[in-house]
């Protein structure tokens, strides 16, 4: 039996899904299984992945597409061993993650998630997320609180970590319901039940800007989770109801931005607003038409290879 279980989640990703299983490929670990999960591909992808095929990298065709969350169960009910992690098929694994997460593991043995921090690939610039890391020693190996850490960009991604399968057992698998901010939900429940191994190196390359990419589509008409539901979690951690209350800010912002400004007025009434920074107060406040302004401005910037956030005081 492999060590780790890789499963990559694949719709119509002909440009991207060769490279992405030769960062796999490429790892300096190399006890693992490929599960690659067709969600009905129309374009070249799975004429790409033919050619990987083999004892080691299985592909596993769903009869209807079933979106990202459906992907991730797929693949979880096929893993063969404990240890289970998400490639997209368009991004990108530093040579060294799985080793990474392997000394996690083995260094960390109360944990059963692992992670690694990321960096974001856009057409110009590489950046490092705004994220709690920098509040972590460069080489830091260690666990760390998820809800302390992880008030702005993600800690981690779901390109960047590993979950046992305890986990899922405990929690569930990924919410089938809701087709945006899959991963937070399901972080909420997972780091609430379970301690997370950290290190603050960057174990891969999250490609921006990329054409169908699956966590950067419309909030239109999208099943959305319901933060009412983590409220036992909130009871019991004053630190889960600071975290949520930052989702609900960015959720929030993101219905003014592109979906329903009803919505998001009454999201923002459920916000606590004296754990928001200034900007984000202000955010809050602004109109739609000065929202799409500011983030047109924002895109502009990374273009020019500058990234500003409201993460920050």
């Given amino acids: 039996m492999p060590f780790f279980s890789i499963v990559i989640p694949l719709y ?9 299983i030769k ?10 299984e490929v599960l690659i999960i067709n969600d009905c591909c129309t374009d070249k992808s799975i004429e790409k992945v033919m050619p990987f095929l083999s004892e080691k990298i299985k592909l596993i065709h ?18 063969s061993t404990n240890y289970i992690t998400f490639l997209d098929a368009d991004d990108l694994w530093k040579p060294t993650f799985l ?4 000394r996690l593991i083995h260094n960390f043995p109360e944990a059963k998630i692992f992670a690694t921090n990321y960096e974001e690939i856009y057409p110009t610039k590489t950046f490092k997320p705004y994220n709690g890391s920098f509040n972590l020693a460069e080489n830091h190996e260690g666990y760390i609180n998820f809800f302390k850490l992880n008030i702005g960009q993600g800690i981690y991604n779901h390109g960047s970590v590993c979950v046992h399968k305890e986990v899922y057992e405990k929690v569930g698998n990924y919410d089938e319901n809701i087709d945006f901010s899959e991963d937070i939900d399901f972080n909420i429940r997972a780091n609430f039940h379970f301690k997370l191994a950290y290190s603050s190196t960057i174990g891969m390359s999250y490609l921006m800007q990329v054409e169908n990419q699956i966590t950067a589509t419309s909030i239109v008409n999208k099943k959305l989770p319901d933060y009412n539901k983590y409220k036992p979690f909130e009871e019991k951690n004053t ?19 592109y979906g329903d400004k009803n919505l998001a007025a ?7 607003t004296s754990k928001l920074n200034w900007k984000q107060k202000i955010l809050l406040q602004l109109p739609t038409y000065l929202l799409i302004t500011i983030d047109k401005i924002k895109s502009f910037l990374i273009k020019k290879g500058i990234k500003v956030a409201t993460y920050s005081n």
Avoid: C, M, P
């Fill in 12 to 20: 119509n990703k002909e440009k991207y899904v060769e490279n992405a």
């Fill in 23 to 32: 960062s796999i490929l490429n790892q300096t670990f190399t006890d693992y």
């Fill in 62 to 79: 769903h009869s209807e597409n079933k979106g990202l969350s459906a992907s991730r169960n797929t693949g979880i009910e096929k893993a």
């Fill in 99 to 102: 080793e990474t997460i392997n």
């Fill in 239 to 257: 630190q889960v109801a600071d975290y949520i209350n930052f989702e609900k800010y960015v959720l929030a912002k993101k219905l003014k931005l």
């Fill in 266 to 272: 009454s999201l923002i009434k459920s916000i606590n």
